[in-house]
């Protein structure tokens, strides 16, 4: 590895994929909409590990009488539950960070700021849902954080397109860029060189 790409070093932060959100019995608006970016999400995942560069999942789980269950969400993700872990359709591996995250953010309460700096890693890419919620708030935060960020537009979703594609816009053209950045999945692993 060159000292240039050492120094934009990348992983893949994939946010809030758990079977709560995917059990057609809650009813949720988004998850048809999760289910439809998994494909792009594994194809992601592939292309990260061709690269060797970390493949992250970081989670909801919250505890049953949270400060954000006093608002119309109901109670989900719940700390040592199944619907708190990560779907099984995504190609996790064992040697991948699971990090379970008390609120929206990946950098709430987590310590995954020092994993980050212990990695040498410079930039996240994150995925997941939802785009307007914990997937911002993440990319946001990397950039408190001194870290590069970008969106991965294909492998997020929020509870209506039409939601996500008004959140992307808003940032699409930005005054931070090239340290915040909205891209596609194969926009990206152009951007990190080819795999192995």
């Known amino acids: 590895m060159n000292r240039e790409r050492a120094l934009d070093k990348t992983a893949l932060v994939i946010i809030d ?6 059990r057609e019995e809650n009813n949720y608006p988004i998850t048809p909409l999760a289910r439809a970016i998994i494909k792009p999400i594994n194809h992601l995942i592939d292309g990260f590990r061709d690269r060797n560069l ?4 970081s989670t909801d789980a919250f505890n049953e009488d949270d400060f954000i269950f006093k608002s119309r969400m109901h109670p989900h993700a719940l700390v040592g539950t199944e619907g708190a ?8 591996q064992d040697e991948d ?3 379970p995250k008390p609120r929206f953010s990946a950098f ?8 980050l700096k212990e990695q040498q890693i410079s930039r996240i890419a994150v995925a997941g849902i939802a785009t307007n919620f914990c997937v911002l708030t993440t990319a946001m ?3 408190c954080h001194d870290l590069q960020a970008v969106i991965v537009d294909d492998c997020s979703a929020a509870f209506s397109p039409e939601v996500h594609e008004q959140c992307l816009a808003a940032y699409r053209r930005n005054p931070l860029y090239p340290l915040f950045q909205i891209m596609s999945a194969e ?3 152009t951007m990190l060189g080819p795999g192995r």
């Open 17 to 22: 994929m758990v079977k709560d959100y995917f």
């Open 54 to 57: 970390p493949v992250i999942f």
């Open 85 to 92: 872990e990560i779907v099984a359709d995504l190609k996790r």
């Open 97 to 99: 960070l699971w990090l």
């Open 108 to 115: 709430f309460n987590t310590g995954f700021a020092e994993i």
């Open 141 to 143: 935060d990397a950039l």
């Open 187 to 189: 926009e990206l692993l």
